[in-house]
């Protein structure tokens, strides 16, 4: 099993900066990729960083050179750097961890809401 647990949500102006964090614990062995998503409101769930364990890091188009993904190996932690946020970034963010095959299975945190202001 792996747990997630996010933090950092909260109430930001529009072209402000925020910070989420991830701390993950668990079968962390089993970890493949760790990523963000969010939902906004009344949109389906998307995709907005996603870091495999070799490495490499995607990012949706809409957050390409303003949201950087981190993480911190002493303390099983990511984190998700967002700067110039959009009122469109208003959304609850969630943490996502995958595991290796065969499993496959996917983990998720509680989620945490970034309401941005215009």
């Known amino acids: 099993q792996v747990q997630l647990v996010e933090s950092g949500g909260g109430l930001v102006e529009a072209g402000g900066s925020l910070t989420l964090s991830c701390a993950a614990s668990g079968s962390l062995h089993r970890v493949y990729a760790m990523g963000w998503y969010r939902q906004a409101p009344g949109e389906q769930r998307e995709l907005v960083a996603s870091?495999?364990?070799?490495?490499?890091?995607t990012y949706a188009s809409s957050v390409k050179g303003r949201f950087t993904s981190s993480r911190d190996d002493a303390t099983n932690t990511i984190y998700l750097q967002m700067n110039r946020l959009k009122p469109d970034a208003t959304a609850v963010f969630s943490c996502n961890a995958d595991s290796f095959p065969p499993d496959c299975l996917a983990y998720w945190g509680q989620g945490t809401k970034v309401t941005v202001s215009s």
């Open positions: 870091s495999r364990s070799d490495g490499d890091t």
